[in-house]
């Protein structure tokens, strides 16, 4: 859905309060994560997931990234908190990270366990 993007990403320009992150829109803060993360030593390049982002409450961003079962375009996509993919095995097929905007910081990156 086209219009919930939309509205999405003034919510994520709207909630962010650290310095110089209201100034932000959604793609920027997703740039600004994905330009400063390390993903885990199992993992695959970046560019080999499918990342879901949606900004929390408390002003987090949170991701998903997806690799190899989901049929994914390898993209970043701002969605909803019904659309972000919970998946609960993959390895580090599934890596989940938080990023504070207003610290410009990664706070966590990690993969998913294995069943």
Known sequence: ???TGILFAALLVSACTGPGAKDLDGAQLVKALEQQVKLPQDASPLSDYTRYYKLTAEGVLVGVYIKG???GDRQAHLVSERELPLILDGGCNVIHVQYDPG???VLRVFC???A
């Open 103 to 105: 610290a410009n910081k």
């Open 1 to 3: 859905m086209r219009c």
């Open 69 to 71: 079962f989901d049929g």
């Open 112 to 114: 998913n366990g294995i």
